[in-house]
């Protein structure tokens, strides 16, 4: 096994957030629907949500300024403390002999709360939350930080998530191998990409 170190991302990487995506932004989607921006498009703001980070999504979708100081304000506060479940491939991860790091974009105290009830920060070396509301920092500025920190090499490292514009984008543009998890099959349309149902299936991508 030539990898020494494999970095994740969070949502629906080691959880689906779709499970948690309806009562989570209750309070958010409440406020976008009455402010009577989107129309016909609310649903698909939703369905966004589930896989993005919210100032991407806003930006996307034209939410006036008022509107996204308002929604950024709530979310900056939101925490989730209900039952989460990780996918039941994850216990292949945490039996992986390499050192683990976790990389999530979003608002800090929730993605930290995400972590609290997944019970998942004892498996990693280090977690990394990159908030855009606090700071200007990406994900490769953290990929290009672990290398650093820890003297890997490129080749030393992978990247496993579900986004081509995200993690995967940031860790091929470092010279990092990449793996697509695509868990629910949503993303087949991607054909050049190295990808997986299963983290069973990422042993194939450690040699």
């Not at 409440?30 to 609310?42: C, P, R, T």
Request: aromatic share 10%.
């Amino acid at each position: 096994m030539t990898k020494k170190a494999i970095i994740l991302d969070l949502d629906n990487t080691i959880y689906p957030a779709p499970a948690i995506s309806e009562k989570l932004f209750s309070s958010l989607f409440k406020l976008i629907q009455e402010s009577g921006e989107l129309d016909g498009e609310f649903e698909e703001l939703k369905k966004q949500m589930m896989r993005r980070p919210f100032q991407a999504v806003a930006n996307d979708f034209s939410l006036s300024e008022e509107l996204q100081s308002k929604c950024i304000e709530l979310l900056s506060d939101l925490t989730y403390d209900d039952k989460m479940d990780a996918f039941d491939d994850y216990e292949s991860v945490r039996n992986l002999p390499l050192k683990k790091y976790l990389v999530t974009t979003g608002f800090s105290k929730l993605q930290y709360s995400k972590i609290k009830q997944l019970n998942i920060e004892k498996d990693f070396e280090e977690v990394f939350v990159v908030d855009p509301n606090k700071s200007e920092l990406t994900k490769k500025d953290i990929f290009m930080q672990i290398l650093s920190d820890n003297g890997f090499q490129p080749k030393e490292v992978i990247v496993v998530g579900d986004d081509t514009d995200s993690e995967i984008k940031a860790g091929k543009e470092l010279g990092i191998d990449t793996v697509l998890y695509n868990h629910n099959g949503e993303q087949e349309e991607v054909n050049d990409e190295n990808s997986i149902r299963s983290f069973k299936e990422i042993t194939s991508y450690l040699g």
